[in-house]
Every structure is written in C-alpha cells, then in structure tokens.
C-alpha cells in the first residue's frame, strides 16, 4: 500500500479522510466529503452537509430559536485542508443515499 494512497483517489469522488488532532481527549477527527484536490502535500475536502436529524432535537439555537442538532460540535469550515502528515487514514466511499419520501397511505 503507497505510503500515500489519495493520491489514487478520484478527484471529485466522496471520500473520508481520518485526520490527527493533537488532543489527548480525542486524537482523530473524521472528514467526509468531496475530494477537490490532493497532491504528496495533502488533500482539499469539501465538507457533506450535515445530514437531516432523524432523533429528537437536542437543543436550541438562541439566535435564531431554531432547533438544532449539532450541539457539542464546532462549527466547521466548508473546505477543510488536511496536510499529509495529518492523515492516519482514509478511503474512498459511495455517495449519500438518496432519502425516499415514505409511501402515500392507500385509501381504503
């Protein structure tokens, strides 16, 4: 296996890229999104949107009263620049499921 192996991946292809953070409490971070470069340097990710809560909401943003789900979690930058030295591990990985809407009930 190349020591640096985005370098196969697809540009434009979704991928995740497990990064190093430093912090004792939580050494990795995971990155998932669009590969829009990558070179011996590194790699350029473009964050997926954080998909729809499905569970119950966990709290409110007081600016705006909306409810919220991500609570806990830093905001994150769109475009997320990870250097190779950063990188523990990574993969390319399908696309995001399409969501189907539920079926109409049948009148009966």
């Known amino acids: ?26 050494p990795y971070a995971d ?27 966990s709290a409110v943003d007081p600016a705006t009263d909306a409810a919220r789900s991500d609570v806990g979690s830093a905001p994150s930058p769109a475009t997320v620049t990870i250097p190779a030295a950063e990188i523990a591990l990574g993969k390319v990985v399908p ?7 539920p079926p109409e009930p049948t009148p009966r």
Not at 95 to 101: F, I, L, S
């Open 31 to 57: 990155v998932l999104g669009t590969l829009l470069a990558s070179d011996e340097d590194g790699v350029v990710v473009r964050r997926d949107p954080p998909a729809r809560a499905r569970g119950p909401v």
């Open 95 to 101: 696309p995001r499921p399409v969501r189907r809407r």
């Open 1 to 26: 296996m190349p020591e640096t192996p985005w370098l196969d991946w697809p540009v434009g292809s979704r991928v995740v890229v497990r990064r190093r953070t430093g912090e004792a409490d939580a």
